[in-house]
């Protein structure tokens, strides 16, 4: 469900801007929040900077992986987000 709110270009970054991030990446945080891309790397930057939440996602990606991996499931099956 996206979230319909008023973004003014100086509000703090939401709540769940970070975990969003670690869960949906860059096109998932532009499609839940509608904010602009200039305001994105704001957040972003309040949020430990691009570099650390592109690290954290990358993390929770190959966890998803290797346990998907351990469930038996070749890298072809699984559809990744």
Not at 30 to 58: D, F, I, P, S
Request: aromatic fraction near 10%; include cysteine; glycine fraction near 12%.
């Amino acid at each position: 469900m996206r979230i319909k709110i008023y973004i003014g270009p100086m509000d703090p970054a939401p709540e769940g801007f970070r975990r969003r991030f670690i869960l949906d990446g860059w096109r998932g945080v532009e499609h839940w929040y509608g904010a602009r891309t200039a305001v994105n790397r704001r957040w972003a930057e309040e949020c430990g900077g691009l570099a650390v939440l592109q690290a954290e996602r990358r993390a929770y990606r190959d966890a998803q992986r290797a346990s998907v991996a351990g469930q038996g499931h070749s890298a072809r099956q699984v559809r990744h987000a």
